[in-house]
């Protein structure tokens, strides 16, 4: 079945940078794109970017430009988002989901399991 | 900057019928914005209800329906059941690959 499996928690401090990954399974990989989407504590979901698992173009949530970085390894059918400069305000439960774009529909389905970022000194 | 607008709470009693909206700050939700609606209980990843306004994810029992009501998008569900009770959370594309999450809408069921 199609699948989405994210790598685990990951604790770091102020300034430091995360890379999360999210390994896809049960698809043509190079077929859809990939979006990533946080969800910080008690609030709602978040949209943070997308990339084509095809050709490598993003596009990224204006308020993240500069500090987040999404890439895929197209060998091991693999998404990768690497977030930098951590603050405090970006401890969430961190989404990969995968894009389906087809015959003029677009939507998000799976979505892997979540990995949560702890951002604390 | 686009602001999508979901009411941040609901209460339905079991069996009855809810209906959810997500707007725009400006301007009409139509389908070009190819709405979708996903469901979150605590401590879970999203699950996808419905697609492309009205179009049901495998699975999802037929209680749930997706439409335009008026300027906005909608989620009903029809004969509430107490596993419903959950987040609601729409999601509008705005092109070029951007995409804007409404707040999500808590839902009772009581």
């Known amino acids: 079945q199609v699948q989405l499996v994210q790598s685990g928690a990951e604790v770091k401090k102020p300034g430091a940078s995360v890379k999360v990954s999210c390994k896809a399974s049960?698809?043509?990989?190079?077929?859809?794109?990939i979006s990533w989407v946080r969800q910080a504590p008690g609030q709602g979901l978040e949209w943070m970017g997308w990339i084509s698992a095809y050709n490598g173009n993003t596009n990224y949530a204006q308020k993240l430009q500069g500090r987040v970085t999404m890439t895929t390894d197209t060998s091991t059918s693999t998404a990768y988002m690497e977030l930098r400069s951590l603050r405090s305000d970006d401890t969430a439960v961190y989404y990969c989901a995968r894009e389906v774009a087809v015959a003029g529909s677009r939507w998000f389905d799976p979505w892997g399991q979540g990995t949560l970022v702890t951002v604390s000194s | 900057q686009t602001v999508v607008t979901q009411e941040p709470s609901f209460s339905v009693s079991p069996g009855g019928t809810v209906t959810l909206t997500c707007g725009l700050s400006?301007?009409?939700?139509?389908?070009?914005?190819?709405p979708s609606w996903y469901q979150q209980t605590p401590g879970q990843a999203p699950r996808t209800l419905i697609y492309?306004?009205?179009t049901r994810s495998s699975g999802v029992p037929d209680r749930f329906s997706g439409s335009i009501l008026g300027n906005k998008a909608a989620l009903t569900i029809t004969g509430a059941q107490a596993d419903d009770e959950s987040d609601y959370y729409c999601v509008l594309y705005m092109g070029s690959g951007a995409w804007v999450f409404g707040g999500g809408t808590k839902l009772t069921v009581l």
């Open positions: 400006s301007g009409s939700v139509s389908t070009s914005y190819y």
């Open positions: 492309s306004t009205n």
């Open positions: 049960g698809y043509t990989f190079t077929s859809y794109g």
